[in-house]
């Protein structure tokens, strides 16, 4: 299983000083290995593949001051844990900066959002890096000169939209002003939108890309880049100029869905068939340490209990996540209704409502195997009363993939790709468009191309005995859509469902306009579940997005006058 292979630190540090600088966006001149050391196709490739590197969200200043987890590309913290989908986790004193960020209490000058902020903006650095060398190469020709900087270009449409939907305002850089010798040429003011820069940038990649590169499922494709604009599309309400791309990707882009929903959450089945862009992973590459692994959800993991390690015992599933998974007598989900009544954590067997089976996919819950480690149990959680007695699972590697697809018998470093845009997605993210601009009953068929997935009798999650571990109930729906509010609730429902954990939640809660009565109806019931969140409240017109980290506005002054503006309510 090899991928695009990820700079070493030292090397990216030779070829671009953004990552080790505390000036926001500021390098200084390529050092050791020179402009025309790299004005060649090794050289252009070596730095494209430093911009790849940086998906993952990892920096090369690992652990200090800015943990893995703080730019983590899954934004379990601030997609997952913000929402409905799942809490800190762990116990009460672990990671606090988390806890203020899950109450909506946080600051600006929290460690973990100037981590996120320097991850996306170190990955523009490298891409216009890129960009700049590309037409400098002497043995490339003009066709390969095209395709590096139309995989930088998407590569800086992708980390421009991170920072976009986690901070609103936030400035754009691109090639004619990023200067790797000039550290004022990046202190650029926060007052314009730009999503047309993000958009520009991706049309370019979608217009320049192959369809499929051979032997690189890494790098970024025509459609990669199509569902990434058709994204950013959708985060704008754009729906008709979102809907031909989705549609061209169904229909020409030659994926399909995989028969077992959990293959998409393995490492064994890494880039399969319904894959359009994963950020790659991989161990025993040959690194002194595990650099390349998974390190973002380096936490979330079961406490104990047997399974993977004793640590740490983050990133809990919530109960309000659980219960949406119980389905009614006809298989459907329930809406409305879902956190009336709990689905228990302990005694799980003795439940006897009918489930969607993606729920033992999701979540680990007592009394069911967790994978191939064994049955999952009260061992596996760090504190229930803090977080309460759900695991995550979409992140964990098997046991029987110990050593192959993990580091050196360390589960917690493995190579179970993120995939960040999968077929589900753009079938959805279509199903909503329908809704919004088309039909109905296509909005119909599109989710239920999703659900007859999840009800594959071979693809639930079984018992020793070959039963399945929960009572699954889970159908299409067979009556015709014909009331709109109706069906976008049913799609919006669904993209929960299929995505839960996946760092996506908060984000198109946001999007949809609904964030601040979904959180704020869910923290009224967990404040009485959690005590830690009493008092929580989502504040609208402000918790949208995230404060822009105070020291980057420090360091972005110009004689003394800050450049960026913060957002409101910080």
Same mark, same amino acid.
């Not at 994963?278 to 399974?307: C, F, K, M, W």
């Not at 009394?367 to 309460?388: E, F």
């Given at each position: ?18 990552s ?10 390529? &050092? =050791? ?9 090794a ?7 430093? !911009?790849?590197?940086? $998906? ?22 601030y ?14 004193g672990?990671?606090?900066?988390? %806890? ?5 209490t ?8 100037r ?6 903006y ?10 700049q ?8 020709s ?6 590096a900087?139309?995989? +930088? ?7 421009h ?15 004619? *002003? ?11 003011p ?24 051979? #032997? ?9 880049a #199509? !569902? ?15 809907k ?7 229909? *020409?882009?030659?994926?399909? $869905? ?10 064994? *089945? ?11 992973? %991989? ?6 340490i ?6 973002? +959800? ?32 006809d ?23 009918? $489930? ?6 999701? =979540?680990?819950?007592?009394? =069911?195997?967790?994978l ?19 695991s ?15 580091? *050196? ?33 296509? !909005? ?5 191309? @999703? ?18 571990? &929960? ?14 509010a ?10 929960? $469902?299929?995505?839960a ?11 949809? #306009?609904?964030?601040?009565?979904v ?15 009493? &008092? ?16 980057? @506005? ?5 004689? &003394? ?7 409101? #309510?910080?």
């Amino acid at each position: 299983m090899k991928k695009i292979k990820i700079i070493s630190a030292v090397m990216v540090a030779m070829l671009s000083a953004a990552s080790c600088n505390d000036e926001f966006l500021s390098v200084t001149p390529l &050092g =050791v290995l020179s402009e025309a050391t790299l004005s060649n196709a090794a050289g252009v490739n070596l730095v494209l593949t430093g !911009a790849y590197s940086l $998906l993952d969200g990892v920096q090369t200043n690992v652990g200090s001051p800015f943990p893995d987890w703080t730019g983590s590309a899954d934004n379990w913290v601030y997609g997952s844990v913000t929402s409905d989908d799942a809490y800190k986790g762990s116990n009460a004193g672990d990671q606090p900066e988390i %806890s203020l960020i899950e109450a909506f209490t946080h600051t600006s000058d929290l460690t973990h959002f100037r981590g996120k902020w320097r991850a996306v903006y170190d990955g523009v650095a490298r891409s216009n890096d890129v960009i700049q060398l590309a037409p400098k190469a002497t043995d490339l020709s003009d066709a390969d000169k095209n395709l590096a900087i139309a995989q +930088a270009r998407f590569l800086r449409g992708h980390y421009h939209f991170e920072a976009r939907k986690m901070f609103n305002k936030v400035p754009y850089v691109d090639d004619k *002003t990023y200067n790797a010798a000039d550290a004022q040429s990046t202190k650029l003011p926060n007052d314009k939108e730009i999503w047309p820069n993000i958009e520009a940038d991706l049309k370019f990649a979608y217009d320049n890309l192959p369809n499929r590169w051979a #032997g690189a499922p890494g790098r970024a494709t025509k459609w990669a880049a #199509g !569902a990434t604009l058709a994204k950013a599309y959708l985060f704008q309400g754009k729906y008709a100029e979102a809907k031909p791309i989705l549609e061209a990707i169904i229909n *020409t882009g030659g994926y399909k $869905l995989v028969d077992n929903y959990h293959d998409n959450f393995r490492a064994a *089945t890494n880039n399969n068939s319904e894959s359009i862009f994963e950020i790659q992973h %991989s161990v025993n590459d040959g690194a002194a340490i595990s650099n390349n692994g998974n390190r973002g +959800a380096t936490l979330n993991y079961p406490y104990g209990g047997g399974a993977l390690t004793t640590c740490c015992g983050f990133f809990q599933p919530s109960q309000n996540l659980v219960n949406a998974f119980k389905t009614d007598a006809d298989g459907l989900p329930l809406i409305s209704n879902f956190n009336q009544g709990d689905v228990p954590g302990t005694n799980s067997q003795t439940y006897a409502g009918n $489930l969607d089976p993606r729920l033992d996919w999701t =979540v680990g819950r007592e009394g =069911v195997p967790y994978l191939d480690w064994g049955i999952h149990n009260s061992q596996y959680i760090r504190d229930p009363a803090y977080a309460g007695p759900f695991s995550p699972k979409k992140n964990a590697p098997y046991r029987s993939e110990n050593g192959t697809n993990t580091w *050196t018998g360390n589960p917690r470093q493995n190579a179970n790709n993120y995939r960040i845009i999968r077929l589900s997605h753009v079938i959805l993210w279509l199903a909503e468009c329908e809704v919004e601009i088309g039909s109905l009953d296509k !909005a119909r068929e599109l989710v239920n191309q @999703i659900r007859k997935r999840a009800a594959n009798p071979n693809g639930v999650v079984k018992l020793a005995n070959g039963n399945p571990a &929960g009572n699954y109930v889970i159908k299409e729906y067979a009556t015709p859509w014909t009331d709109k509010a109706a069906a976008r609730n049913a799609v919006r429902f669904e993209q929960r $469902l299929e995505f839960a954990m996946e760092g996506h939640r908060f984000f198109d809660l946001v999007r949809w #306009g609904i964030a601040d009565q979904v959180i704020n109806d869910y923290l009224s019931v967990e404040q009485n579940r959690r005590v830690y969140l009493k &008092g929580a409240k989502f504040v609208k017109g402000k918790h949208e997005y995230f404060p822009i980290p105070a020291q980057e @506005i420090l360091n972005s002054a110009i004689g &003394g006058t800050p450049t960026l503006v913060q957002n409101p #309510g910080y």
